[in-house]
């Protein structure tokens, strides 16, 4: 158990480095191995309380590893701190992920000695029975079993293919509400750890202001956005010139931040946990960058993903 722990804190260390570009932070493997190791230091420590039943309660203390997550992000993956908490939320996923794989490899080895059992993880048929999971609060076993697929699909070597980028291309609009008219646009695609990846992103002006309109496609990652609703992640933060909100409009999570003084806003969500819109603009409203999100058209988008393949 130990040694796949030891395995389970690099492979998320792969993650939290993939991920980083996606949450306004920097890919670096050596911090994210750091950070990896950093946050599970006080899990692992509070595990020794397991030895002894009536300890047991107080390795709940293990949850500090979470506060360490989302402390570590932004100083060692430079992700900004309103993005640190989704961030953290997507990566206690992923850990959530690499346990359920873990434990069933651990349960097959188990099994395969003389001395003991192992179990794997176990769960209920009904997509819509409740799931208590200590310290991220409680998920529908439907949306678990999404990152079990996930997880599979990964130890298979399964890869969820990104749509095209000419695909995600065609959703940027010319003009956007307010005068504002496409003066640029970009496509890139990639993939890494059994993910796989595309966006297409535009710039659109008008007089002084401007907006960049982008559409990410996360393909099989986006299960990690879809937990990340699922649990209900919200924060706010506001001041007298300034907010920031992170939580689920219509049924979708989504990130809004505005500064009156920097005339700056920015605003993001995840369609079908899986394709991120996101506008970010200068000299513009909360207003303008909505309505750059709504010019897209979500119910369009909605149905591409309802029709792309499933890998």
């Known amino acids: 158990s130990f040694v796949f722990m030891l395995v389970g804190v ?27 190791i950093y946050s599970a230091t006080a899990g692992w420590l509070a595990g020794l309380f397991a030895i002894l039943p009536a300890l047991m309660v107080l390795s709940l ?55 003991g059992a192992g179990r794997p993880f176990a769960h209920h048929a009904d997509p819509n029975a409740t799931i208590s999971i200590p310290g991220l609060g409680e998920v529908k076993q439907g949306d678990l079993n999404k ?24 959703l940027l609009p010319e003009t ?32 002084d202001s ?24 919200e924060a706010s933060q506001e001041t007298e010139t300034s907010y920031s909100k992170t939580g689920k409009v219509d049924g979708r999570m989504t990130i809004e931040e505005a500064d009156k003084t920097a005339k700056t806003a920015s605003y993001s969500v995840v369609v079908s946990d899986r394709i991120a819109l996101s506008a970010e603009g ?5 207003d303008d960058v909505k309505r750059a999100i709504s010019a897209i058209g979500i119910p ?12």
């Open 282 to 286: 200068q000299n513009v409203t909360g």
């Open 61 to 115: 203390l293990g949850l500090y590893s979470i506060y360490l997550l989302d402390r570590g992000l932004p100083r060692l993956m430079k992700a900004p701190n309103e993005k640190a908490g989704i961030y953290t939320a997507a990566v206690m996923v992923c850990a959530i992920v690499i346990g359920i794989v873990l434990s069933t490899v651990t349960a097959a080895v188990s099994n395969a000695l003389p001395f």
């Open 300 to 311: 369009r988008v909605e149905a591409l993903v309802k029709n792309a393949p499933k890998g």
């Open 210 to 233: 401007s907006i960049q309109l982008s559409v990410v496609d996360m393909a099989g990652a986006g299960a990690l956005m879809g937990m990340a609703s699922a649990f209900g992640v």
């Open 147 to 170: 990152l079990e697929t996930m997880a599979k699909n990964m130890e298979a070597g399964k890869n969820i293919p990104a749509l095209p980028t000419d695909t995600l291309k065609s």
């Open 10 to 36: 690099w492979i998320l260390s792969k993650i939290i480095d993939f991920l980083a570009t996606n949450f306004g932070g920097q890919r670096n493997e050596l911090k994210a191995t750091q950070t990896a």
């Open 176 to 207: 956007l509400p307010g005068g504002f008219t496409r003066t640029a646009m970009s496509t890139g695609s990639g993939g890494a750890m059994g993910f796989s990846g595309a966006t297409a992103e535009g710039v659109y002006t008008s007089g």
